[in-house]
């Protein structure tokens, strides 16, 4: 089947051919790229698609988030995402939640997206505020950061955990004056204590979320989303999803090495694993350190305002504190291929990452093009950004913190000198460094001209500039949604630009992103998106459009 899109504003990413008019597709690849008379004289047997001068790119890629699990728990998100902006609308919102969604017997209520760097005091929320919203229900609220979680008694009392019971490492447990529970969790805590024992939301729920999930992606023209920290259990249901024809995206798994679940790995993670019905594991994950929104992330020089149950001179706080323990993991990466990411936040993780990951390479004697990614690099230094050169390894920035958390990061957490560098885009590509941005879904909605908007003006939730000489421009951003994150993920062969033999994924805009003001990139709209010659996505459908308002989900349009 053949489809011509003609009479437009193609923007290729294509080096060697910039710039078209239109785009010949067949059986879901692209065969020629040219003027629109070029391309009339193929047009027989095609169907004919005129843009009207609406701008065409090649369909984002997503370079880490956590797609299947972005929309199975109810978001109570602040302003201007969503209208949790106090403890108190927390409660009332919950409430009001719960008696619309009554939890089914056996279950517990999970909500996602609070921001206590929004609240009054800056405070998390405790038990007690939860105990408002039931005693009769296990609750747990998951921070914004994803690294810290509150629970309510019902919780506690349940799992049977008291002020003495033993903290795993890289964990946090926040106790009282009277060195009672607070119902506070935080980095690996929150997950092996708590996360570790809740139920599992049933089948029919997570294709539900999915399904969901890809509704919200499509709408931001996203081709191809990514599964940044995968569990194996999961395996099967996203592959039911994709082969069944319910979701249409490409899906590229991660799976935590340092679990049982990288089983899944062997012999098929490698560089030329190939998608199969739209789903493709592609390596591994290795998390080092915590959250710069909580004040865990590892860093060389202490927080600007030491949270009140730290020590002076506190500087957060590592995953591992054995680094033989790391670098098993890396050399087992490189010795069975498997593409790695490693998640580092604070610098001094970023340290001890690089040590070991060079130590790796040198007992190893690995000289193969893994593509090793840097996950997040928040306060990555300019030293570091050499060293990465040097190493091969590719940053991938969660650029969006400048944003959300720019201004709790210039007041609270770092500090205006060391908040106005983080996440120094200008200087990997003063480097000529491919590197790619990312919003890491759930913590970040999906929307990619925010992510945009960020990256060339780099001003903060208030509107503050922030290190705008770390900013770049539109052409580089886009880059780094498109080419560079598909070669991130072993892809540039069939994604990533449009260009004959590549898979024709696309994204038609409202409003070209080159020549619109930086100041309203934020403002353009999708107009459709397309995956391997189909409409998946078109901003007329009435399931797809932003219209998401209430607590409980993502309204999408900032």
Same mark, same amino acid.
């Given at each position: 089947?053949?489809?011509?899109?003609?009479?437009?504003?193609?923007?290729?990413?294509?080096d060697a051919q910039p710039k078209?008019?239109?785009?010949?597709?067949?059986?879901?690849?692209?065969?020629?790229?040219?003027?629109?008379?070029?391309?009339?004289?193929?047009?027989?047997?095609?169907?004919?698609?005129?843009?009207?001068?609406?701008?065409?790119?090649?369909?984002?890629?997503?370079?880490?988030?956590?797609?299947?699990?972005?929309?199975?728990?109810?978001?109570?998100?602040?302003?201007p995402v969503g209208k949790t902006?106090?403890?108190?609308?927390?409660?009332?919102?919950?409430?009001?939640?719960?008696?619309?969604?009554?939890?089914?017997?056996?279950?517990?209520?999970?909500?996602?997206?609070?921001?206590?760097?929004?609240?009054?005091?800056?405070?998390?929320?405790?038990?007690?505020?939860?105990?408002?919203?039931?005693?009769?229900?296990?609750?747990?609220?998951?921070?914004?950061?994803?690294?810290?979680?509150?629970?309510?008694?019902?919780?506690?009392?349940?799992?049977?955990?008291?002020?003495?019971?033993?903290?795993?490492?890289? +964990?946090?447990?926040?106790?009282?004056?009277?060195?009672?529970?607070?119902?506070?969790?935080?980095?690996?805590?929150?997950?092996?204590?708590?996360?570790?024992?809740?139920?599992?939301?049933?089948?029919?729920?997570?294709?539900?979320?999915?399904?969901?999930?890809?509704?919200?992606?499509?709408?931001?023209?996203?081709?191809?989303?990514?599964?940044?920290?995968?569990?194996?259990?999961?395996?099967?249901?996203?592959?039911?999803?994709?082969?069944?024809?319910?979701?249409?995206?490409?899906?590229?798994?991660?799976?935590?090495?340092?679990?049982?679940?990288?089983?899944?790995?062997?012999?098929?993670?490698?560089?030329?694993?190939?998608?199969?019905?739209?789903?493709?594991?592609?390596?591994?994950?290795?998390?080092?350190?915590?959250?710069?929104?909580?004040?865990?992330? @590892?860093?060389?020089?202490?927080?600007?305002?030491?949270?009140?149950?730290?020590?002076?001179?506190?500087?957060?706080?590592?995953?591992?504190?054995?680094?033989?323990?790391?670098?098993?993991?890396?050399?087992?990466?490189?010795?069975?291929? @498997?593409?790695?990411?490693?998640?580092?936040?604070?610098?001094?993780?970023?340290?001890?990452?690089?040590?070991?990951?060079?130590?790796?390479?040198?007992?190893? +004697?690995?000289?193969?093009?893994?593509?090793?990614?840097?996950?997040?690099?928040?306060?990555?230094?300019?030293?570091?950004?050499?060293?990465?050169?040097?190493?091969?390894i590719m940053p991938s920035f969660?650029?969006?913190?400048?944003?959300? @958390?720019?201004?709790?990061?210039?007041?609270?957490?770092?500090?205006?000198?060391?908040?106005?560098?983080?996440?120094?885009?200008?200087?990997?590509?003063?480097?000529?460094?491919?590197?790619?941005?990312?919003?890491?879904?759930?913590?970040?909605?999906?929307?990619?001209?925010?992510?945009?908007?960020?990256?060339?003006?780099?001003?903060?939730?208030?509107?503050?500039?922030?290190?705008?000489?770390?900013?770049?421009?539109?052409?580089?951003?886009?880059?780094?949604?498109?080419?560079?994150?598909?070669?991130?993920?072993?892809?540039?062969?069939?994604?990533?630009?449009?260009?004959?033999?590549?898979?024709?994924?696309?994204?038609?805009?409202?409003?070209?992103?080159?020549?619109?003001?930086?100041?309203?990139?934020?403002?353009?709209?999708?107009?459709?998106?397309?995956?391997? +010659?189909?409409?998946?996505?078109?901003?007329?459908?009435?399931?797809?459009?932003?219209?998401?308002?209430?607590?409980?989900?993502?309204?999408?349009?900032?």
């Amino acid at each position: 089947m053949k489809q011509l899109y003609y009479n437009g504003n193609i923007i290729t990413m294509n080096d060697a051919q910039p710039k078209a008019e239109a785009v010949l597709l067949e059986d879901g690849r692209i065969v020629a790229v040219g003027s629109t008379a070029e391309l009339m004289e193929q047009k027989e047997n095609a169907s004919l698609m005129d843009l009207d001068g609406a701008t065409v790119l090649p369909g984002f890629i997503d370079s880490h988030s956590h797609f299947s699990s972005s929309y199975i728990f109810p978001r109570f998100d602040p302003s201007p995402v969503g209208k949790t902006d106090s403890v108190k609308d927390l409660v009332e919102q919950a409430r009001v939640y719960l008696a619309e969604h009554p939890v089914k017997e056996g279950e517990w209520f999970i909500g996602m997206g609070y921001d206590h760097a929004l609240f009054e005091g800056k405070l998390h929320p405790t038990k007690e505020d939860l105990d408002q919203i039931s005693t009769e229900i296990p609750i747990v609220m998951i921070n914004t950061s994803g690294w810290m979680g509150v629970v309510n008694s019902k919780v506690i009392e349940d799992l049977g955990l008291t002020k003495d019971t033993p903290c795993p490492e890289g +964990g946090i447990v926040y106790h009282n004056a009277d060195g009672e529970l607070t119902g506070q969790f935080g980095d690996i805590a929150i997950r092996d204590m708590i996360l570790n024992h809740m139920p599992m939301p049933s089948a029919e729920t997570m294709i539900e979320a999915i399904c969901r999930a890809e509704q919200m992606y499509i709408s931001k023209g996203y081709t191809t989303v990514m599964e940044g920290s995968f569990e194996a259990d999961m395996r099967p249901l996203v592959q039911l999803c994709t082969g069944a024809g319910l979701i249409s995206v490409d899906v590229i798994t991660y799976v935590r090495v340092a679990s049982e679940n990288k089983q899944v790995l062997q012999g098929i993670a490698t560089p030329e694993a190939q998608y199969r019905t739209h789903y493709k594991v592609a390596g591994a994950k290795v998390i080092l350190d915590g959250s710069p929104q909580i004040r865990t992330a @590892w860093m060389t020089e202490p927080y600007y305002k030491v949270p009140p149950e730290e020590k002076p001179g506190y500087c957060g706080h590592h995953n591992f504190s054995d680094n033989n323990d790391i670098l098993k993991l890396f050399k087992e990466c490189m010795l069975n291929r @498997w593409q790695l990411q490693m998640q580092c936040n604070g610098d001094a993780a970023i340290d001890q990452c690089l040590d070991v990951y060079e130590q790796a390479l040198k007992e190893t +004697g690995i000289t193969e093009d893994l593509r090793p990614v840097l996950i997040h690099c928040q306060t990555i230094r300019e030293d570091q950004l050499d060293r990465m050169q040097k190493l091969g390894i590719m940053p991938s920035f969660f650029h969006d913190h400048v944003y959300y @958390w720019g201004d709790w990061y210039r007041d609270v957490v770092f500090g205006p000198d060391r908040a106005s560098r983080i996440s120094p885009l200008a200087s990997a590509l003063k480097r000529g460094m491919c590197f790619t941005i990312h919003q890491d879904c759930p913590i970040g909605p999906p929307n990619v001209m925010l992510m945009l908007d960020t990256a060339v003006n780099r001003r903060t939730r208030s509107g503050k500039p922030l290190g705008q000489e770390y900013a770049i421009d539109i052409m580089d951003a886009l880059k780094a949604v498109t080419i560079h994150a598909a070669y991130q993920c072993f892809d540039e062969d069939v994604k990533g630009s449009l260009e004959p033999g590549k898979y024709g994924d696309m994204v038609i805009l409202s409003r070209n992103p080159l020549t619109t003001p930086k100041e309203e990139i934020r403002d353009i709209q999708v107009l459709a998106t397309i995956k391997e +010659g189909k409409i998946i996505y078109q901003a007329d459908d009435v399931e797809c459009v932003d219209c998401i308002t209430e607590p409980g989900e993502f309204e999408t349009t900032l």
